[in-house]
């Protein structure tokens, strides 16, 4: 069955970095996207971005753009995301979750988060 | 401000059927397919429908989709208690190349 297994809980100052890392397994890693998606406290669901793990081709919004980066260890089926410069608003539970993409006839896109990772809590603070 | 708009809460009680909207564009909703997550607080979110209308295995038929438009819904009948949770709308948006998530609304079983 597929299965996304994230890294424990994270406790990090202001300005300091994290790297989440998601093992993928019960399925092949590089045919399905892997975005990464998070919760703040009180908040809603964030999406912060996609990677394609075959070619490692990434997207962000430009909230994140030049603060997240999203990597991918082929031979491990794991994928990574990392976020810099860290600020208490970062405090939040980040899940990496294994999409799908398809296009229909007329170019329509189909594209929907399935399979998501347990969560991993990271925690900013001084 | 989430691009696809949704009511922050709705409520309703059990038995009942309730019905929640998520308004978009051209380049979102109203070009590509649309999906709903379930979120109950403290759990890993779930996808509840995909492509409009479908649901995946393992979700019961008490949940429908569908779009008409650049809008989309959401519909719960037989409301139980056990469904009072958060839930998102999402789609692709081909303009800008991202995936979209509404804001979410807060569902409560009186």
């Known amino acids: 069955q597929v299965q996304l297994v994230q890294t424990g809980a994270e406790v990090r100052r202001p300005g300091a970095s994290v790297t989440v890392s998601c093992r993928t397994s019960g399925y092949t890693f590089t045919n399905f996207d892997i975005n990464w998606v998070r919760q703040a406290t009180g908040q809603g669901l964030e999406w912060m971005g996609w990677?394609?793990?075959?070619?490692?081709?990434?997207y962000y919004p430009q909230k994140f753009q030049g603060r997240v980066t999203m990597t991918r260890d082929t031979s491990i089926s794991t994928a990574y995301m990392e976020l810099t410069n860290l600020r208490y608003e970062d405090t939040a539970v980040y899940y990496c979750?294994?999409?799908?993409?398809?296009?229909?006839?007329?170019?329509?896109?189909?594209?929907?988060?399935?399979?998501w990772g347990q969560g991993t809590r990271v925690t900013v603070a001084s | 401000q989430s691009v696809l708009t949704q009511p922050p809460s709705l409520s309703a009680a059990p038995g009942q059927k309730v019905t929640f909207s998520c308004s978009g564009s051209s380049s979102n909703i109203g070009n590509n397919y649309v999906s709903w997550y379930q979120h109950f607080p403290g759990t890993v979110p779930k996808l509840l429908i995909y492509d409009n209308d479908q649901r995946p295995s393992g979700i019961p038929a008490r949940f429908s989709g569908s779009k008409s438009g650049t809008s989309a819904t959401l519909v719960i009948t037989g409301l139980q208690t056990g469904d009072e949770a958060d839930y998102y709308c999402g789609a692709w948006d081909s303009r800008l190349n991202v995936m979209f998530l509404g804001g979410g609304t807060k569902l409560t079983v009186l």
């Open positions: 990677m394609n793990p075959n070619s490692g081709n990434t």
């Open positions: 979750v294994r999409a799908f993409r398809g296009t229909a006839f007329g170019g329509h896109i189909d594209y929907y988060l399935h399979y």
